[in-house]
């Protein structure tokens, strides 16, 4: 069975400062997705990254950067001087390849990060 | 392009009360899939649909349905509603499902 734990309920930290937000996976499957997504106060979920499990590399887009390590099962996803707009819920997704279908997304319980000023 | 639009964004409604929950995809997506979201139960899959089928149905009492029309804006009705039903319901539109566009979500609240 597929399952992603996000162990971190609740992170905040002052702004400016790097956070990283955990996520370990489970999954039998040698091929499958996996997906950062970003809960702003507004509600929807925004996509920030999918990332196949053949591709190993660390991803930076600007202050965002997410270190996949499939020898840990941890997809981590790390902000860089973090700043007030980052606050919101961050959920890790795990999908098997082949399976087009959105029940088969299993969705972290997620991580509530809170910059303060 | 337009993202997903859900509406109406809020709603109150009263025990044993239906409720009907309004989703516009992403122009050209025609997969629509939705998820109640609760505090204590996190994002949970209810149902998804493709080309007016129902593909995949989550965990939920009949009490939840849904259906899909022809230009792909999806629907989802809720009767006689109960308490615990109270919830963020988002939905949420792919191509071919990789990445979940989702809307802002609808707010129900049950008194």
């Known amino acids: 069975a597929q399952k992603v734990t996000q162990a971190q309920t609740e992170i905040s930290v002052v702004e400016k400062e790097d956070v990283t937000l955990d996520c370990v996976y489970e999954?039998?499957?040698?091929?499958?997705?996996l997906f950062w997504y970003k809960q702003p106060p507004s509600g929807e979920l925004v996509f920030l990254i999918r990332?196949?499990?053949?591709?190993?590399q660390n991803e930076i887009s600007g202050r965002y950067s997410w270190n996949f390590q499939k020898s840990t099962s941890s997809f981590n996803f790390t902000i860089t001087a973090s700043q007030v707009v980052d606050s919101a819920v961050y959920f890790c997704a795990l999908s098997i390849a082949g399976y087009s279908s959105a029940s088969k997304i299993i969705f972290g319980s997620g991580t509530r990060l809170s910059i303060r000023p | 392009k337009a993202g997903v639009t859900q509406t109406p964004r809020y709603l109150i409604k009263t025990r044993g009360q239906q409720v009907t929950l309004s989703c516009s995809p992403i122009s050209g997506h025609r997969s629509v899939s939705w998820y109640q979201q609760t505090p204590g139960q996190g994002l949970q899959f209810l149902f998804e649909?493709?080309?007016?089928?129902?593909?995949n149905k989550g965990n939920f009492p009949g009490r939840f349905s849904g259906r899909q029309f022809s230009n792909s804006r999806s629907e989802m009705n809720v009767s006689t509603l109960e308490l615990g039903d109270s919830a963020l319901y988002l939905c949420a539109s792919s191509v071919n499902t990789g990445e979940l566009f989702f809307g802002e979500g609808s707010r129900l609240t049950v008194l």
């Open positions: 999954t039998r499957d040698t091929t499958y997705y």
């Open positions: 990332r196949n499990s053949f591709d190993e």
């Open positions: 649909y493709f080309s007016e089928t129902q593909r």
